[in-house]
């Protein structure tokens, strides 16, 4: 069973956490395995109460400890207890594992918010689309019945010159002055500059 440790700076029956942690700073591992039976309780606790979750707890609770281990050099007495520097630690890397936790969140719903956004707006490119056939259907009615034959066949159809004046039975030259009289017209119907 494992001593209580007082936080509140009253003396405890065990071994002296000042000590353990100068012996420690040297690379005295007993010394570091009865500082961790000392302090590893309050730690674990510290870092529940801030993370609330049991399995992330002990994950930074080693984290910390391991800490101690490592940077025991780097504890002042005269700045507070050894108990209050460990306990320091741990919450310290409680925080920081919330506060990342929290940014990786944040980035998540930042990246979700994207891919949910179109490129696009749909409704506004079908909308403009449906207003340019309509404008489209009105210049082209507004062609004489030889030019927007020419036209239809040529632009809609995919035949060549050649091919309309074939089908159509007029020389070449005329389809060629049909289909520039009337894509002229629908330039200027359209409001398109040339």
């Given amino acids: 069973m494992k001593e209580a440790v007082h936080i ?81 630690l741990a919450h310290r890397r409680a925080v920081d594992r919330v506060r990342s936790a929290q940014a990786a969140s944040d980035r998540e719903h930042r990246a979700a918010l994207l891919d949910r956004t179109p490129a696009f707006d749909e409704v506004v490119e079908q909308v403009e689309s449906r207003l340019e056939r309509e404008q489209v259907r009105r210049c082209l009615s507004s062609l004489t019945e030889v030019q ?16 309309v004046a074939e089908l159509l039975s007029v020389p070449l030259g005329t389809i060629k002055t049909r289909l520039r009289d009337g894509l002229i017209r629908m330039r200027d119907c359209l409001g398109v500059s040339a």
């Fill in 8 to 88: 509140s700076g009253a003396a405890s029956a065990g071994p002296d956490l000042q000590q353990l942690l100068a012996m420690v700073a040297r690379g005295d591992q007993d010394a570091f395995s009865r500082l961790y039976d000392s302090v590893c309780g309050p730690v674990l606790g510290l870092v529940r109460a801030v993370l609330r979750d049991p399995a992330q707890s002990e994950e930074v609770a080693q984290e910390v400890l391991l800490e101690v281990w490592r940077s025991a050099a780097r504890f002042q007495p005269d700045r507070g207890s050894a108990m209050n520097w460990v306990l320091m």
């Fill in 148 to 163: 927007r034959e020419s036209v239809t066949l040529a632009y809609y159809r995919g035949l060549a010159y050649r091919e």
